[in-house]
């Protein structure tokens, strides 16, 4: 998410997200085709909140506060358009969460008779506020199925994205058993996610504690450190691999 650029099937985009605010009340979006023909882009702009479970929710209604233009770009291949992003809403004390999405829409040759996938993604578009204080804090989510959660409350009206998620396991004489990273996400004014960090179960079984510590891009960092008996390093269940066509910033 540090990245100031993105890539998505044939074409990619710069910056990964965009923040208005008082002082910068417009922004430019570059979209590049670096594939070998030309592309079709389709825009839409979404409102972006995080349900009680800390679940990304998108929905139509308030994305026409974002306007943009063009909302159907087509590029050339090895050419770049540019996508002019502004608000028309009223601002809130609170940060305001949004999403816009970029599709490529699949344009077939005459006579072309192969399926072409449609890419997706989206970035974020933030609403700034003077007012909006970045304020959170992270408390222990469990452990079992091999993943010991961490829980990140975000208290402030701004949104925080956390970087690194680092657990680290100690058995009883106090050595240092494993260790492991994770990437993290956005979390929103007011949401809780949950994240997780793997520990195979062999080794889960030789812990007597383990530290987490969550580090935000600001570099700010938490942790937390728990105790662990063998009854919580349950295996993780078997499950199918779903692909993931559409991608986030």
């Not at 993105?6 to 417009?26: N, Q």
């Not at 996508?83 to 077939?108: D, H, M, N, T, W």
């Not at 079992?144 to 690194?164: F, L, P």
């Not at 530290?211 to 942790?223: L, Q, W």
Request: hydrophobic share 35%.
């Amino acid at each position: 998410m540090a990245n100031s650029v993105a890539f998505a099937g044939s074409f990619r985009v710069s910056p990964v997200r965009i923040f208005l605010d008082e002082k910068s009340e417009t922004a430019v979006l570059k979209i590049t085709n670096q594939g070998e023909e030309k592309v079709t882009v389709q825009l839409d702009a979404k409102t972006w909140r995080q349900d009680e479970n800390g679940k990304d929710v998108y929905e139509a209604e308030g994305g026409g506060d974002i306007v943009f233009f063009p909302k159907i770009a087509e590029i050339e291949k090895g050419r770049e358009r540019i996508v002019r992003i502004g608000f028309r809403g009223k601002r809130q004390r609170a940060e305001g969460s949004y999403r816009l999405f970029l599709q490529e829409l699949p344009i077939s040759k005459p006579g072309e008779t192969a399926l072409k996938l449609a890419i997706n993604m989206s970035i974020p578009v933030f609403i700034g506020s003077e007012k909006a204080v970045g304020k959170w804090d992270v408390e222990p989510g469990g452990l079992s199925e091999e993943s010991v959660r961490a829980r990140v409350r975000n208290t402030g009206t701004r949104h925080i994205v956390v970087s690194r998620l680092k657990a680290a396991g100690f058995d009883e004489t106090g050595a240092e058993v494993f260790s492991k990273d994770a990437a993290g996400w956005y979390t929103l004014p007011g949401a809780i996610r949950t994240f997780a960090v793997s520990v195979p179960q062999e080794d889960c079984l030789k812990l007597k504690s383990i530290r987490v510590s969550v580090e935000t891009e600001d570099r700010e960092k938490k942790d937390f450190t728990m105790d662990v008996i063998n009854e919580m390093c349950t295996r993780k269940p078997a499950a199918g691999v779903k692909k993931n066509k559409e991608r986030s910033e």
